[in-house]
């Protein structure tokens, strides 16, 4: 160890990342892709490769038990990663779940856990096969891992994006965002008054958005059905504009995007407005919808046109023409991520 201490927040996530890895080089002929994307990509056979994605859950991080249950959590834990698989145009087929857990939680509590596990286990036709058990000092640490498996022509990278291409989302945004709004204020309201009932009636969708997030399994098939395969792909996990900054970064283009095409769910809009935000900033900076975030060819645009699953919101661009956003009068301004970061200074 060295005498300097630099602060975590002086990198960032994504800094620091990059700063740990940038030494490793793959020696092996089999790994495609390493770091950098939504899976690794790993050689099998001329016809197919092996994707693997890893995210780890923390509690009082990423989940608060007061307001997630178990069975959505354990839930959730399997999604967001079958989510990453879906992200390179791939089929997850199996998971790995470790867990660490403190004595507060009894045997009951865990078996919660592992109903929803099992649940999107069957909903995602995955299965379970192994992890780890151990115990904690505090809380309730998950770790999953997901394995799937692409055709290799089909597989979607970061870096595929081309001038000219489409840039197009699966499903509407920010309702995962405007979910947490809601949960994290009648958290605050039952904390000074245990009992004033949380008041959650009409935000059924929003609601579900954050607490039980789909991995977009269904738009690959679409996908497939169609005959479309997308020239770059990542899922929303951080916000629309940090993925497209991430697609745009990887694939060296720039793009324009057009506030009025972001599709927004109505209650996440009427929610927006109650709690005095703008549904756009939170389409674009809420994280946790794992939507897809994709580009496909021009001559591909009639195969999803008309398609409610799939809205085209901007095109791809030269990189010097930058990353920009266009307002609904026509005002352009250039696109910044604000969405989570772990080590930001709260
Ligand atoms: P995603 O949001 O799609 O899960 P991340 O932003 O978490 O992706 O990670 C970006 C890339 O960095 C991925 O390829 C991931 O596997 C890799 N990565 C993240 N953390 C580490 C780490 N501690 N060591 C090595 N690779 C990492
Ligand atoms: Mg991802």
Known sequence: MTEKK?????????GLIDHLTKKFENKNSSTIKGIGDDSAVIYLNENESQLVSTDMLIEGVH???????LKHLGYKAVAVNVSDICAMNGVAEQITVSIAVSSRFPVEALEELYEGIELACKNYNVDLVGGDTTTSTSGLIINVTAIGKAKNEEIAYRNGAKEFDLMVVSGDLGGAYMGLQLLEREKE?????PNIQPDLDGHDYILQ?????EARIDVIGYLKELD???TSMIDISDG???EILHICKS???GCNIYDEKIPIDAQTSVAAIDFNLDPNTCALNGGEDYELLFTIKQSDFDKIKGNPNMTVIGHVTD?????????KNGAVVELRAQGWNHFDEK
Do not use: H, W
């Open 6 to 14: 630099t602060e975590l927040s002086e990198l960032g996530e994504f």
């Open 63 to 69: 989940f608060n038990l007061m307001y997630m249950p």
């Open 189 to 193: 309201v039952f904390k000074a008054n």
């Open 209 to 213: 958005r954050q607490l039980k997030p």
């Open 228 to 230: 479309v395969i997308p």
């Open 240 to 242: 629309l504009a940090s």
């Open 251 to 253: 694939s060296n283009v």
């Open 319 to 327: 990189s010097k023409d930058g990353v920009y956003y266009v307002d």
